[in-house]
């Protein structure tokens, strides 16, 4: 990391022009990773990375520059350079930094380089074969490791100086399982800010065997039945609808512009009476969560939703201004090479007060979407397609045949009023999520629910 003296001098610089507002990011990280097919060893790759991002506000614009030659004299030249791009009358110059107190929501206990390759490989190869001993209809897997170590600092002449490191560990287990006319896969990918210790907490081998579950039962699936009806999404990873259909919608990059079916509609009801919604980045090693958000802003529990009514956006410092309202702790980056903006981090529907199984009981007809896949969405409408991974048609409240193909069609903001049962269950599940200011670790999650009609897509 760079010296205080060195960091005054940069932004000093930055501010000649007049700028509102000054602030440097500087990271370093570690990362390593692997991949295999069958069991054997694709690639196992490790690398460091280090750069610094310099940002300048002109009142609601900003210049973004970085670059990864951390030498004293190409960060101020590199500074002078963002501030000719626009002139102001800033006068703010605060180089007085606090370090605010923070709490340590990731404890590790086996940091990634602690253990060596061939412990990461073995763990691999044994998922691998547990994964093709579930099945002989199981005609490949892939798998995936990595680690990550980053270090980031944050300064800016609002006196802020913070700092954190995070440490990330994740695995992907997929399983193929394959006939002489179809293919079919399982795929399942535990992560947490954790170190090595994930695995101690994390039962890899039947992570795989359930991959293959999911593959086989897919592989000998019937073609799911096109038709609007009632839908069930399963916990876990089903909380990908919520972050997709609405979260986005619920972040100040889109807010900001007007450009989310939901600007506007603070304290006006968005959904159903028995839904409440939360983005937490406090959650104790929680794939999304940091001390600290990418401007330096202690993370914390925000609530977006509760009881249908709308409470709060995610917002960051830049959307924050242009919006008049406070940071939410909300601001994230893939690296240096990014801009902040507002991102979710462990985003989830809160447990109803309904058993799973009173659930499927009480729907006469409909699918049980019980693992979901990826999709797309457009935040400024809503709009949205999502994959059924793993479906099953349920009939006279009782879960029945598997069926294949099915994807989930609709709009957020129309779908949340339609969330009629919320059940007990919450479970999360991780992912990447990918934006303008990059792919970031995010948690989605929710318990059981139930939306009363949804079109389904399907070949059947």
């Known amino acids: 990391m760079l010296k205080r003296s060195v960091i005054e001098n940069i932004l000093t610089a930055a501010l000649e022009q007049g700028a509102d507002f000054g602030e440097i990011y500087i990271e370093q990280t570690e990362k390593n990773t692997i991949s295999m097919v069958n069991s054997k060893v694709e690639t196992a790759l490790s690398g460091k990375d280090k750069g610094v991002g310099i940002r300048l506000f002109y009142a609601n614009q900003a210049i973004y520059v970085y670059t990864n030659d951390l030498e004293e004299k190409n960060l101020i030249q590199t500074a002078k350079t963002a501030a000719l791009a626009m002139k102001g009358n800033g006068k703010e110059n605060v180089l007085d930094f606090t370090n605010p107190s923070k709490t340590n929501y990731n404890p590790i206990q086996k940091m990634p380089e602690t253990i060596s390759k061939k412990e990461k490989i073995t763990l691999m190869k044994s998922t691998s074969e547990a994964a093709f001993s579930y099945s002989s209809l199981i005609s490949q897997t892939r798998l995936g490791y990595q680690d990550i170590v980053q270090e980031v600092l944050i300064a800016n002449t609002r006196g802020v100086w913070a700092e954190d490191k995070r440490v990330r560990t994740r695995m992907t287990v997929e399983s193929i399982a394959s006939s002489q006319t179809e293919k079919q896969s399982g795929y399942f990918g535990p992560g947490a800010s954790m170190g090595f210790e994930l695995f101690d907490k994390i039962d890899m081998q039947a992570v795989a065997k359930d991959a293959s579950r999911m593959a086989v039962t897919m592989l000998k699936a019937d073609l799911c039945p096109s038709k609007k009806m009632s839908v069930v999404i399963?916990?876990?990873?089903?909380?990908?609808?919520?972050?997709?259909?609405?979260?986005?919608g619920l972040e100040a990059t889109a807010v900001a512009r007007n450009a989310s079916v939901f600007a506007g509609k603070l304290g006006q009801k968005i959904a159903s009476g028995i839904v409440t919604a939360i983005d937490d980045g406090t959650i104790k090693n929680a794939w999304g969560s940091a001390n600290i958000d990418d401007e330096g802003t202690p993370t914390r529990k925000n609530l977006l939703i509760e009881n249908g009514i709308l409470k709060s956006y995610l917002i960051d410092t830049l959307n924050g201004q242009k919006m008049g309202?406070?940071?939410?702790?909300?601001?994230?980056?893939?690296?240096?090479?990014?801009?902040?903006?507002?991102r979710m981090t462990n985003t989830y529907i809160a447990p109803g007060t309904t058993k799973p199984e009173d659930i499927i009981a009480d729907t006469e007809y409909g699918l049980y979407a019980k693992h979901m896949g990826g999709g797309s969405v457009d935040p400024a409408t809503g709009v949205f397609n999502f994959a059924v991974l793993e479906g099953y048609m349920i009939r006279n409240g009782k879960i029945a045949e598997p069926v294949r193909g099915a994807t989930l069609i609709g709009k957020g903001n129309e779908i949340l009023m339609r969330i009629d049962k919320v059940g007990t269950n919450l479970k999360s599940a991780q992912g990447m999520c990918g934006s303008i200011s990059g792919a970031v670790p995010t948690n989605v999650g929710q318990p059981m629910i139930r939306v009363s009609e949804i079109t389904v897509g399907g070949r059947g």
């Open 234 to 248: 399963e916990n876990g990873f089903g909380g990908v609808i919520f972050h997709e259909a609405c979260g986005h």
């Open 325 to 342: 309202m406070a940071s939410t702790g909300s601001a994230r980056r893939e690296s240096y090479r990014y801009a902040p903006t507002s």
